[in-house]
């Protein structure tokens, strides 16, 4: 019988140890992945100048460098075009925002002398005030914009975009607290003529901290449908991404 008992004693033991070592495995996030989706979600968004709105500029640009440089008027390889903008929402707004943003750009050609691509550099900083998110931050970004050939139907956009600050939630349990986002895009199909994304993927890992709750950390996709929407993927959670305001609506599988 006291076999049988110490037997039973050790099992109970040898269960709890591994089901402690499962949880051990497991990220403990201070915040959850719908508050993570509103932070993500900023950083593609036109409203918050997010990837959305970096890729429009970067578009509209480097088709009026191209022009600028077209029938031989300028030497058109290693061409540049360096544009600083500022910005900020117009008084008496539910949302508010302002911004500075640096661009260079530059006109690269092939071995033939011909046009190949356009590179971006970009660093900027700002802040941006919703009805779910207010942000403080700066970043930078390197892109890659292919397909400039008039015979070529969109621009094929490649890099990544990165940014950094601090946030503070204005629903649930309105945390605050640091986040950093690097965003990789690969293969993003942006419209000629609307610039517009149609396509692509990017994956991101967003990191951060909410004082006296600890860390946080989740990695996920962004996948581009066209019409300014995407399909975000949040740990094992998906939400439908505009891409033009930011709001997210969570996906019930």
């Known amino acids: 019988m006291r076999k049988t008992n110490a037997w039973l004693f050790l099992s109970l033991i040898i269960g709890f140890t591994a089901c402690n070592n499962d949880d051990d495995d497991k990220p403990n996030n201070s915040i959850t992945s719908d508050e993570a989706a509103v932070i993500v979600s900023s950083s593609f968004s036109s409203n918050t100048s997010g990837v959305n709105f970096v890729s ?12 600028d440089n077209a029938n031989g008027r300028v030497a058109a390889c290693g061409a540049s075009k360096n544009i600083d903008l500022s910005g900020e929402s117009p008084d008496g707004g539910s949302i508010t925002w ?3 943003f640096s661009y260079k750009f530059q006109l690269n050609c092939n071995d ?6 356009v590179s971006v550099d970009l660093s900027y900083s700002g802040d941006f005030s919703g009805p779910k998110l207010s942000t ?3 970043g930078t970004s390197e892109l890659d914009l292919i397909g400039l050939e008039e015979s070529v139907e969109n621009f094929l956009l490649e890099g990544f975009y990165k ?7 204005k629903e649930g349990d309105k945390k605050s607290g640091s986040s950093s986002i690097e965003i990789d895009l690969a293969d993003v ?10 396509s692509g993927t990017a994956t991101y890992t967003l990191t951060g901290t909410v004082p006296a709750k600890g860390d946080y950390t989740y990695e996920g996709t962004v996948t581009f449908q066209g019409e300014d929407t995407a399909d975000l993927k949040v740990g ?3 939400f439908s ?3 033009r305001s930011g709001d997210i609506v969570k996906k019930i599988e």
């Open 241 to 243: 991404l505009n891409l």
């Open 236 to 238: 094992d959670d998906n």
């Open 136 to 138: 403080e931050h700066s």
């Open 98 to 100: 302002s911004y500075d």
């Open 189 to 198: 199909v942006i419209d000629k003529q609307t610039h517009k994304i149609i």
């Open 56 to 67: 429009t500029e970067s578009a509209g640009t480097s088709e009026d460098l191209l022009e």
């Open 163 to 169: 940014r950094s600050g601090s946030f503070e939630q």
């Open 112 to 117: 033939e002398e011909k046009p190949s691509s």
